[in-house]
C-alpha cells in the first residue's frame, strides 16, 4: 500500500515546552489509522499541524508527497477534515451551506452534491435549516462537506462526540466504507476505545507528545500461537500432557483454569491425550487482549518508565 499521510520527526514548542516531540507514523491508503492518547497528550495538536492552522517547529508533514510548509496549497487540496466540531451556517439550509462550500473549490457540481449528500443519509432533511438538526445530522452534514471534492485525506477529531449509538454506527459504516471502496486515508481521533477496535485497522498511542506505539487492531497473525483458557476436572494431570506434547509454549494453572499460549493445530492434540487419560474437559476459549487493554498496558507502562 501507498503511504498518504507522512508524519516525519515533527516538533511542536509552545512557550519553549515541547507539546509535541518527534512525532513520525505514516497513513496508507484505504485504512482507517486510529490515534489515541489522553487528554493533553497532543492529538488534536498533531491534526491542527497536519491540515495547517498551526505551524511546524521541527520536521514535516507531507500529504501525497507535498510538504505542508513548503507547499501547502498542492498538500491541503487532498485533505477532508472535522477537526473537533462543524461549524456551519445554522440560518441557511443543508445545501446551501454545502453549496456555499462548493465554491471554494473547483469542479463541484450540483449532482455532484446531491450524490454525496445521499452518501450520508440526508436526503429528505437537506433542504432544512442546519438550527432544526440534531447533532448526528450535523456530523453528517460536516463530512458531507469534507467530501465533496473527493478528498484522499479524510481527517476526523472526535468524530462521535456526544453522539447516540445509532449515530457512532453510523459515522463508523461510513469511514469503512470510504476506506474500503474509495481507497482513502482516514485518521480518526477519539476517546472511544470500544469504538475505534471496530473502526480502525491500526492505532497510534501518543502520549505526553511522544508516540509510545503503533499496533494492528487485529494483532494475531493467522498461524501464530494464541492464548486459550481451558477448563478440566484435573488440571495438575491435564499440565503433565501440555509439557509432553507442546514443552515449548507457555502454560500455568489457576483454579481448574489453564492457561496456555499455543499453536492452533496442538488444540486437538492435546484434547485426545486428554480425552485418552481420563480428564474431562468443560471448555475451551480463545482469549484476546481488547484495544482497551493493550491501551491501559502501553500508557501504564509508560507512566511507570517515566
Known amino acids: 500500500m501507498k503511504a498518504v499521510v507522512k508524519i516525519e520527526n515533527v516538533t511542536k514548542i509552545i512557550k519553549k515546552r515541547k507539546i509535541i516531540n518527534s512525532l513520525s507514523f505514516e497513513v496508507m491508503e484505504g485504512e482507517v489509522f486510529g490515534f489515541l492518547g489522553p487528554n493533553g497528550a497532543g492529538k ?11 505551524g511546524i517547529s521541527e520536521g514535516d508533514i507531507k500529504i501525497l508527497d507535498n510538504s ?4 501547502f496549497e498542492k498538500a491541503i487540496q487532498h485533505v477532508g477534515a472535522i477537526v473537533e466540531n462543524p461549524e456551519m451556517y445554522k440560518f441557511m439550509s443543508g445545501y446551501q451551506n454545502l453549496l456555499h462550500y462548493a465554491k471554494m473549490a473547483e469542479g463541484i457540481t450540483k449532482e455532484k452534491i446531491m450524490e454525496t449528500v445521499e452518501f450520508v443519509g440526508l436526503t429528505e432533511r437537506i433542504h432544512d435549516k442546519v438550527k432544526t438538526y440534531s447533532l448526528g445530522m450535523r456530523q453528517r452534514l460536516g463530512l458531507a462537506q469534507c467530501l465533496l471534492h473527493d478528498p484522499k485525506v479524510l481527517i ?14 453510523e459515522i463508523r459504516d461510513h469511514v469503512r466504507k470510504l476506506a474500503r471502496e474509495r481507497g482513502m486515508a482516514v485518521i480518526v481521533s477519539s476517546h472511544l476505545l470500544s469504538e475505534m477496535e471496530m473502526m480502525c485497522d491500526r492505532v497510534g498511542i501518543i502520549q505526553k507528545g511522544k508516540l509510545i506505539t503503533i499496533q494492528s487492531v487485529h494483532e494475531q497473525v493467522e498461524g501464530g500461537a494464541k492464548e486459550y483458557e481451558i477448563d478440566v476436572d484435573h488440571p495438575t494431570e491435564a499440565m503433565f500432557a501440555v509439557n509432553r506434547l507442546i514443552p515449548q509454549q507457555q502454560a500455568e494453572v489457576k483454579g481448574n483454569t489453564l492457561m496456555l499460549r499455543a499453536q492452533k493445530e496442538d488444540i486437538p492434540l492435546l484434547v485426545k491425550e486428554w480425552v485418552h487419560d481420563g480428564i474431562n474437559i468443560y471448555r475451551i476459549q480463545e482469549t484476546t487482549k481488547t484495544l482497551e487493554d493493550r491501551f491501559l498496558e502501553v500508557t501504564t507502562l509508560q507512566k511507570e518508565a517515566e
Open 68 to 71: 505542508v510548509q513548503t507547499n
Open 44 to 54: 488534536t495538536t498533531t491534526i491542527r499541524m497536519i491540515v495547517g492552522l498551526i
Open 156 to 169: 476526523l477529531d472526535e468524530p462521535t462526540n456526544g453522539l447516540d449509538p445509532a449515530g457512532i454506527r
